[in-house]
Structure formats: C-alpha cells, structure tokens
C-alpha cells in the first residue's frame, strides 16, 4: 500500500482495495505533503509552473527515503531532497534559495529562548564576557543574493556572497538581517569560540585581518552589543 501511494505509476496497486478509494488515498498524501512544501518554500513555489511543481513534489514523494516520520521535518526532507539533485535538474541558485527559506521555519521552531538583554551601561571588561550565539539564530552564507530573487529576479551567474542572518526577536518573531563579511565572519568566530572571552576572539580577529586590535575590538564589541539587543547573542560572564 505505501509503495503504490508513493508510485501509483511504478507500483502494483493493492488488490483489496477498490481504485475509488485508492484515489482518495494518493491525492490525499500528495496534497498534504504538497501543501507542507509550498508553504515551507514559497518564493521557489513560485518559480514553477504548476505542473513543473507537481512532477518535483511528486518526484520527492516517490525517490526520496525520509529519515523522519514528523511532517515539521518534511521541508528538511524536501532540502536534502533538492541538494541531491543533479546539478542540470536545476536552476544554478535553487539549492541555496530553498536553504535560506528552510531557515526561516528551522528558526521558527528552534528550541530554546532569546537570549536576556544584558545590562552594558558600565564599560565592561572583555576578557571578562563569552559570546554565544543563540539557539534561535542561524547563519547562511550563499553565492546568490537569495534574498531578492523572485519571479522579477533570477541571477543567471554567482556574484558578491551574501551573508544572511535569520533569528527570532524578543517578541519570537522571525527576521532577517543582511550583514557585511565582517560582521559574518564575526558571527563564525562566535560559533567556533565557545571556550574564548570576547577579548580574546576580537584578537583572533584582528590577527586574522592583519589589522591593529584596538579597531577590531571597537568595530567588533559595537557589532556584538547591537546582535545582543537583536537577541542573536548571548553574553555572559566568563569563567575558564
């Protein structure tokens, strides 16, 4: 029965089964696997015609083997889906814009709170504070301007890359931040440095750069006080 419901076309139909309800069957599965896409992936919804749309989605139904039962993980499913696609089944830029919009319901969902705000009235001192980024926070980084492409959009070659930050504010809504390379790689030190004061990754940083620690460690600390008001990052004491 499971078979036939994901290959209606390839495989045998259950013999006790009348074709009625068989129907009822598959267009129900399609429909509820369809619609959890589209509504996951709606600008790369758009860039189909609907029967083009229907043959990917029927596609995913009866090839791809999802490692999960939960229908909040059939977008994720439908993502490694897309990624294991020749690269001739697709638009250039189609994996990394079903990506960044996965991220959107990947950080809708994401366990954990936002970060507190924390109190930075006094200068403090940054040997003394870790940085974290939170679990409700992630990072893309692409070779298209995902962002803007739409039906009036579609990048025929890889340009700048774009760094995009997508997050729940503190009244868990999902937003979107374009950032510079800069505060990107900042954001990766973060992710890299758990066991680092914020001094020291700042010093990383301007080692990295070949620039003189003083500007990195004001460009860098003004970039890190603005994320922790967004409720992109964490900081607290630290303690080795």
Known sequence: MAAYLRDPDGASPPANIEARRLQIYRDLVYRNIE?????????????????AWERRVRSF??????KTPLFLRI?????????ALPPEELRPFEAEL?????LELAVDVAEGDVPPLRNLDAAPCLSELRASLSSTARLGSYRYPVHRIGNSFQPESVGDPSFLLVYRDRESRVQFMELSSGSARLIQEVLVGADSSVAQLL????????MPAP??????????KDFNEAGVIALNDFTV
């Open 35 to 51: 619609g959890f896409i589209s509504s996951a992936f709606p600008v790369l919804r758009g860039l189909y015609s609907d029967d």
């Open 61 to 66: 139904i009866q090839t791809h083997h999802c």
């Open 75 to 83: 977008s994720e499913e439908f993502l490694s889906f897309m990624a």
């Open 98 to 102: 079903a990506h960044y919009e996965w």
């Open 203 to 210: 010093d990383r940083l301007a080692a990295l750069w070949g």
């Open 215 to 224: 500007q990195v460690q004001e460009f860098g600390w003004a970039q890190l």
